[in-house]
T-cell receptor, first 113, second 113 residues
Framework: EAQVTQNPRYLITVTGKKLTVTCSQNMNHEYMSWYRQDPGLGLRQIYYSMNVEVTDKGDVPEGYKVSRKEKRNFPLILESPSPNQTSLYFC????????????FGQGTRLTVV | GNSVTQMEGPVTLSEEAFLTINCTYTATGYPSLFWYVQYPGEGLQLLLK?????DKGSNKGFEATYRKETTSFHLEKGSVQVSDSAVYFCALSESAAGNKLTFGGGTRVLVKP
């Protein structure tokens, strides 16, 4: 089954404690991205990757890091989480060509206290 | 920059009612337009898309027409069901440098029996 898998689904952490949210896709997609979803703001892109070892900032990259060492994996790293990073996070992948469908993971609800 | 504006919810309807969700966009070029749907506890799924002016996207009884003259992509369904209760996102994609989606704020739809 074609899917994007994120882990964990739920996470509560304290300010400043480094964390990683994993994302894996099994569709051999080149393009992967991370979004955060906040009420009334829709989804905003954090970072994206067009292929292995190629990453770039989206609209709201501050406080986040990513890496793309393998085609299937695209982890999101919060080196020093803060309460304003409390949000619902989605990983997405697509073939990479313009206009193709993006496939989303089920989301990770992060609370930073 | 690009932006998408959609009507705020929640929209509450009775089963078999007609649904319209307005969406307008601002883009510098010629974007592709999408509607994504998010069911409770799940990630986003592509509902329909249109890639050029006057195209009509359709799926599961939903329709939307790409109107360049009014920069709109309104979603319609003639007879909603309880199972259509979800959050609907209008989005556009324009950048050839990466399949970035720019989302509207989302519209929650609740269909009552």
């Amino acid at each position: 089954e074609a899917q994007v898998t994120q882990n964990p689904r739920y996470l509560i952490t304290v300010t400043g404690k480094k964390l990683t949210v994993t994302c894996s896709q099994n569709m051999n997609h080149e393009y992967m991205s991370w979004y955060r979803q906040d009420p009334g703001l829709g989804l905003r892109q954090i970072y994206y990757s067009m292929n292995v070892e190629v990453t770039d900032k989206g609209d709201v990259p501050e406080g986040y890091k990513v890496s793309r060492k393998e085609k299937r994996n695209f982890p999101l790293i919060l080196e020093s989480p803060s309460p304003n990073q409390t949000s619902l996070y989605f990983c997405a992948s697509s073939l990479g060509a313009l206009n193709t469908e993006a496939f989303f993971g089920q989301g990770t609800r992060l609370t930073v206290v | 920059g690009n932006s998408v504006t959609q009507m705020e919810g929640p929209v509450t309807l009775s089963e078999e009612a007609f649904l319209t969700i307005n969406c307008t966009y601002t883009a510098t070029g010629y974007p592709s337009l999408f509607w994504y749907v998010q069911y409770p506890g799940e990630g986003l799924q592509l509902l329909l898309k249109a890639t050029k002016a006057d195209d009509k996207g359709s799926n599961k009884g939903f329709e939307a027409t790409y109107r360049k003259e009014t920069t709109s992509f309104h979603l319609e369904k003639g007879s909603v069901q309880v199972s259509d209760s979800a959050v609907y996102f209008c989005a556009l994609s324009e950048s050839a440098a990466g399949n970035k989606l720019t989302f509207g704020g989302g519209t929650r739809v609740l269909v009552k029996p």
